[in-house]
DNA sequence: CCCAAATGATCAAACGTTTGATGAAGATGA
DNA sequence: TCATCTTCATCAAACGTTTGATCATTTGGG
């Protein structure tokens, strides 16, 4: 350690934030502090709305967040085979395999052996999984709208562009996909 | 549903976004597609990430992303409460103390009663901690700035201030925290 | 045609997370 | 002082995730 700067008595989950950039500086001065406060932020950010969707929408209404991807992913795109489903919704091949066991269970989903390819897995969701993410989406979408507010159109546009422009560099920084 | 407007063969994590919104829009013309586009692009883009710098940096050393986010927290506060340092990691108290126990095996932190309110933990890194997060952080903040990089300076500055101007609107929203 | 390599799915073990319950210690007030 | 309420931590059960292994099917080369 160098020098103290003692940390301030409230310390929150987001004023950490400015904090840590400073006192990284301090501990580190090769830091490069506008990526680690800009990585930090965006972490911090998603996982608050992450948070609130899952604990006042979905968990409620019975799905967790990961449920609610996958029956999200097979509501828009159709039946399709567990390979897409899992990479469209972000989850692994394996979690997966995992998380329908609790999705047929709950009867949201149903796994059938595709016709073309006998190792393959074909989804598709039931009248109740359909149901279900009709209701659930709506609310999922009015708490959206909620966050958003926050925002003037201009700077929500704005704020698309640039995480797709940090998205499109990924390929740049060579970085590791799920598989 | 209604028309049905075929998905595209090529359906991957970050095109769905743009075909999910219009699809979404088919279904559910009420919906706020702005609002679903910044959530769904803001949960992806942390998403990719926080996979990349988990799965290249901090698993290969032995850390799970929320050890990490503990032992980052410890690092720079100094020793603390359990229940601040959950509020700055963002774990949930039941969470934390189940990661501790992983963390204080591996010999990274330690426990101890605290001496004021006896109900109270306190924690703190061990030297092993101390040398765990030194090293890792720094190749941590490496990848950080790969991916920064993607973005011009002025553009970075713009994308915490937006993600900062959303966190604040959580507050109007009525968002629910972690506890 | 046959065998090796690649591909799709699942499994197993270890972990972290959530919600709700329980137990222990401190604060409050009659 | 005593009873009650609140706060801090942990536990238990159910879940989802990761990595690495296994098994079945399909593909491709010889």
Chains 1, 2 share one sequence.
């Not at 567990?82 to 796994?111: H, W, Y």
């Not at 926050?150 to 390929?171: C, H, I, Q, W």
Request: hydrophobic residues 40%; without cysteine.
């Amino acid at each position: 350690m160098t020098h103290e700067s003692a940390p301030p008595n409230e310390l929150t989950f987001w004023s950490f934030v400015d904090f840590a950039v400073r006192k990284a500086q301090q501990e580190l001065p090769a830091v490069d502090t506008d990526a680690m406060r800009m990585a930090l932020t965006l972490s911090r950010a998603s996982s608050m709305v992450i948070y609130d969707l899952e604990s006042t929408v979905h968990r409620p209404r019975g799905l967790t967040w990961p449920g609610f991807r996958v029956i999200f992913a097979l509501w828009l795109a159709g039946p399709m085979e567990a390979k897409t489903t899992a990479e469209i919704s972000g989850t692994s091949r394996a979690a997966l395999s995992a998380l329908l066991n609790t999705l047929e269970r709950d009867g949201l989903v149903v796994r059938e052996r595709a016709s073309h390819d006998r190792r393959a897995l074909q989804l598709s969701l039931t009248e109740e999984g359909y149901g279900a993410i009709l209701g659930g989406f709506r609310a999922h979408n009015r708490r959206e709208s909620a966050w958003a507010e926050a925002l003037e159109p201009d700077e929500r546009t704005e704020l698309v562009r640039l995480l797709n422009k940090l998205m499109a560099g990924s390929t740049d920084a060579k970085a590791k996909f799920r598989s």
